[in-house]
C-alpha cells in the first residue's frame, strides 16, 4: 500500500469515527432525562411558570391565578423543557395544582406552552 492511501485510509476512519461519536453524543442529549430544579425562585423560572399559566388560560378561555412552583424539573434538548409543577387558583377560588411543559428555545426568549392539565389529587 502506498503512504497516500494509508494516509487517507486512516484520515476516513478518523471521520468516521467522530460522526458516529456526535451522533451519539447528539442522541443522547436528545433522550435526556429530567432533572431536578433546586430553586424555582429566580425570575427567569418564575417567568416560564407565569407564562404557562398565562397561555393556558387564553387556550382554555379560563381564568386561573398563578400562586406558587411547587416543584420544578428541567431537560435539556434542543433547547430547555421545564416541567412545573404550579399550585393556583381556579374561577371557584379553590387550591389547585397543575402540571406545565413549556419548551424555551436555545439562545432565544421564545416559549411555547407544550402541555398544562390539571393533577387529578
Known amino acids: 500500500m502506498s503512504l497516500k ?40 423560572i418564575q417567568a416560564i411558570a407565569k407564562f404557562a399559566v398565562c397561555e393556558h388560560n387564553n387556550e382554555a378561555k379560563k381564568s386561573i391565578t398563578y400562586l406558587k412552583i411547587v416543584k420544578g424539573e428541567k431537560q435539556v434538548v434542543a433547547g430547555i423543557n421545564y416541567r412545573l409543577i404550579i399550585e393556583a387558583k381556579d374561577g371557584n377560588q379553590m387550591l389547585q395544582h397543575y402540571e406545565a411543559i413549556v419548551y424555551v428555545k436555545a439562545g432565544t426568549d421564545s416559549k411555547k406552552l407544550v402541555s398544562f392539565g390539571l393533577i387529578e389529587e
Open 5 to 44: 492511501f494509508k494516509l487517507l485510509l486512516l484520515i476516513t476512519i478518523s471521520i468516521s469515527a467522530l460522526f458516529s461519536y456526535a451522533e451519539t453524543t447528539h442522541r443522547k442529549i436528545l433522550l435526556a432525562e429530567y432533572v431536578p430544579i433546586r430553586d424555582t425562585s429566580p425570575p427567569e
